[in-house]
């Protein structure tokens, strides 16, 4: 069990971590971010989730810091600017939509302008993507596309937002990377951090920070590499481990 120490960033997932499961945030989590933002702590989202659909909960939470999307493959400064934007070249959005079809499973794909679930946009080259991703209940099923996707794993970043789907990014980009360079910007360590979690997605980033939290209802692998494990998001997770780690 790690000391608590100087925490100055608090780096959130939001679905499954900041959000329960009715896509809200509790009382509870909101004033102790507030709390810690007014200590002068940066509180930021790291999210899988595109700037569209998720910078309405950020302003509602009256985040002041920097954002990141998209499993890291963007980074908005405090002024809401772009910082830093990593693509998946079209080719690769073609072959993994080939794999969807190939397979008939579900599929989701985010652009920097618009998230496509199940459907594609007739001409795919017109579009700047972020990420694939596939959402397959047979396990049997998604172990094949995985092994498929393997073959590519020099170009492409593998993660998972839940056990059932799968979630793909341009090689190298990961929530840790983006912290990193938030971290360069405002001039502070990645042991100065506290990065909270619950799936594949936050894993490079709670094994990077300072202190590294799952939630109760992460996955059992994302539990086995954090430093602490925290209530699930329906009972005030990151309120309880921003409580215990910051305060």
């Known amino acids: 069990m790690k000391n608590n120490q100087d925490i100055m960033l608090i780096a959130l997932d939001m679905d499954g971590t900041l959000l329960n499961d009715q896509g809200e945030v509790s009382l509870a989590n909101r004033e102790m971010i507030k709390r810690a933002q007014d200590n002068g702590i940066h509180v ?15 302003k509602s939470l009256g985040l002041s810091s920097y954002h990141i999307t998209v499993n890291g493959s963007e980074i908005w400064d405090e002024r809401g600017e772009l910082v830093q934007r990593i693509v998946i070249p079209t080719a690769q959005i073609q072959w993994m939509l080939h794999i969807a079809k190939e397979y008939e499973v579900k599929f989701w794909a985010t652009a920097t302008d618009h998230v496509w679930r199940r459907e ?47 979630e793909i990014n341009s090689y190298g980009v990961n929530k840790a990377k983006g912290i990193e360079v938030v971290c360069d910007r405002l001039g502070i360590n990645m042991s100065q951090v506290m990065a909270v979690g619950d799936s594949l997605n936050d894993l490079p980033m709670i094994q990077a920070a300072g202190i590294g ?20 998001n329906n009972q005030d997770g990151v309120a309880k481990a921003i409580q215990k780690w910051v305060f």
């Open 44 to 58: 930021i989202c790291s999210t899988g989730r595109s700037l569209i659909t998720s910078r309405e909960y950020v």
């Open 213 to 232: 939290v799952a939630m109760g209802n992460a996955q059992v692998i994302v539990k086995h590499h954090a430093d602490w494990v925290t209530d699930s």
């Open 120 to 166: 594609m946009p007739e001409d795919i080259s017109q579009h700047v993507w972020l990420k694939f991703g596939y959402e397959i209940e047979n396990d049997e099923i998604r172990n094949k596309v995985y092994e498929k996707l393997q073959t590519r794993k020099q170009l492409l970043e593998f993660s998972n937002s839940s056990p059932i789907n799968i």
